[in-house]
């Protein structure tokens, strides 16, 4: 393993992830970045207050989120260009994954401006691995629409062979489970994380059907993702069991 060395900055945009929890996960890079770049871009402000508050860091920081970004877009363009080095956070996680970037990335692109996205903490990754699925191949599909166009991306979905990953929320953890049974049949394998890198993390795993009846007995809260095993399950693995 080779330890780049600590250097100044060049005028570009940097992705930065943040913890999903607990917050050892942040990398060594990732605060070496927020202490030096020009400018923050956060979804909420007050949030990436706090956690640079927590970290010594006193940066100034501009709101960048789902509601302002096709407006605030070509400024921050043009602060790149004129040599700011600006840091995009999202609230946890990498931003762009199911949070803003992604426009920004892409405009970044097109003006000709670098991108340097850090490797660092997402939800999806431990989900994953924890569920015990084939993972050599996977589809991340984020947070499924909440009515229109639901039942056709999962129509879409019900051949699937390689293991998929959705967000949901914990209020409709139930209903969402009983529509992939309903769609995937109920004896499909399946794990639902919850609190990943929190005091209360939790993985279940099971049928769908067993995955129900759990949560069904429960209050449910707290952050939750979802695997579900593909319809033939793909892995170079999976006859060694
Ligand atoms: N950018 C984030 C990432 O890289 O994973 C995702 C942001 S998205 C707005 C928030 C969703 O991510 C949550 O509703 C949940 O599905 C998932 N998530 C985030 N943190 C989590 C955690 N600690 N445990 C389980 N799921 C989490």
Redesign the pocket.
Same mark, same amino acid.
């Given at each position: 393993m080779t330890i780049t060395p600590p250097r100044t900055l060049n005028a570009k945009l940097y992705i930065v992830?943040t913890p =999903? #929890?607990n917050l050892e996960d942040i990398t060594l890079r990732a605060l070496r970045i927020l202490k030096e770049v020009d400018l923050i871009l956060a979804e909420d402000t007050r949030t990436t207050g706090h956690l640079l508050k927590h970290f010594q860091i006193e940066k100034p920081l501009q709101a960048h989120h789902m509601h302002n970004e096709h407006k605030t877009i070509e400024q921050i363009i043009e602060q790149i260009q004129k040599g700011k080095t600006v840091a995009l956070v &999202?609230d946890? #996680? %990498?931003?762009s =994954?199911?949070?803003p970037g992604f426009l920004l990335v892409r405009q970044c692109l097109k003006a000709g401006i670098e991108v340097e996205c850090l490797p660092g903490p %997402?939800?999806?990754v431990p989900?994953l691995v924890n569920s015990g699925l084939p993972n050599d191949r996977f589809c991340f599909e984020g947070f499924l629409p909440q009515k229109k166009g639901r039942q056709t991306k999962l129509n879409k979905l019900k051949e699937e062979d390689r293991t998929m990953v959705f967000? @949901? &929320?914990p209020f409709r953890l139930v209903k969402a489970l009983e529509g992939f049974a309903d769609v995937f049949g109920a004896t499909r394998k399946a794990s639902v &994380?919850? @609190?990943? %890198?929190?005091i209360y993390e939790e993985t279940k795993r099971g049928t769908l059907e067993e995955l129900i009846t759990y949560f069904k007995s429960k209050t449910i809260k #707290? @952050? =939750?993702?979802i695997v579900i095993e593909g319809k033939k399950p793909v892995s170079e693995y999976i006859n060694e069991e």
């Open positions: 992830p =999903i #929890g &999202s946890a #996680g %990498t931003p =994954i199911s949070d %997402t939800a999806f989900a967000y @949901e &929320s &994380s919850r @609190e990943l %890198t929190k #707290g @952050e =939750i993702v």
